[in-house]
Nanobody
């Protein structure tokens, strides 16, 4: 069992930056694939970025060059640095983990509670 807790969401102007954090419980964090998903009102949840235990990364096309995912295994924490934010980035952002390849959405079956990110124009 893994428990996840996100933090760092908030309200920011277009062009601004935010860093999301996700703290995970458990002793096997270093080998876990970790993903950041988001869900905007009326839209399906989408995988935004992911990182494997070996630190290979995946990014959705819509965030490439603007978002960076990283992990600190000593702190059992994964981060999502979001720069050049746009109004269309507004969503609830979820941290997730599971078992399997980091870039497959079917890998993820443990979820955090989500944190709201709102980008004003």
């Amino acid at each position: 069992q893994v428990q996840l807790a996100e933090s760092g969401g908030g309200l920011v102007h277009s062009g601004g930056s935010l860093r999301l954090s996700c703290a995970a419980s458990g002793r096997t964090f270093s080998i876990l694939p970790m993903g950041w998903f988001r869900q905007a009102p009326g839209k399906e949840r989408e995988l935004v970025a992911a990182i494997s235990g070996g630190r290979r990364t995946y990014y959705a096309e819509s965030v490439k060059g603007r978002f960076t995912i990283s992990r600190d295994n000593a702190k059992n924490t994964v981060y999502l640095q979001m720069n050049s934010l746009k109004p269309e980035d507004t969503a609830v952002y979820y941290c997730a983990t599971g078992s399997g390849p980091h870039l497959y959405t079917s890998t993820y079956n443990y979820w955090g509670q989500g944190t709201q990110v709102t980008v004003s124009s």
